[in-house]
Nanobody, 124 residues
Framework: QRQLVESGGGLVQAGGSLRLSCVAS????????MGWFRQAPGKEREFVAG????????YNAEFVKGRFTISREGAKNTVYLQMNSLKPEDTAVYYC?????????????????WGQGTQVTVSS
């Protein structure tokens, strides 16, 4: 059974950094684009960043451009989200997901495998 497991969340002060990891187990997701989403309390889940199956193409949501970087390491079947210059409004549960596409997609309905999420809390 395919699984995605996130880690790396936690509590950080504004301006700080965190790196989230998403490890895929079971069958490989190497031929799938991967993405990170987040959901804050009382808000809908939103796309954060995505990366193509080979890692050659990435796309970030406007609100994280210049601050967050998505990457993937095929040999470790792992996707990362490096988050710098964190703001209190970045506080949310962050989810890793595997899409049914090889290119980056931003709609959550285009992703069919999801991790359980990891909490990121940014204090002011």
């Amino acid at each position: 059974q395919r699984q995605l497991v996130e880690s790396g969340g936690g509590l950080v002060q504004a301006g700080g950094s965190l790196r989230l990891s998403c490890v895929a187990s079971g069958r490989t997701f190497s031929h799938r684009a991967m993405g990170w989403f987040r959901q804050a309390p009382g808000k809908e889940r939103e796309f954060v960043a995505g990366i193509s199956w080979r890692g050659g193409s990435t796309y970030n949501a406007e609100f994280v451009k210049g601050r967050f970087t998505i990457s993937r390491e095929g040999a470790k079947n792992t996707v990362y989200l490096q988050m710098n210059s964190l703001k209190p409004e970045d506080t949310a549960v962050y989810y890793c997901a595997a899409s049914d596409s090889m290119i980056v997609v931003t709609r959550d309905r285009d992703y069919d495998y999801w991790g359980q999420g990891t909490q990121v809390t940014v204090s002011s």
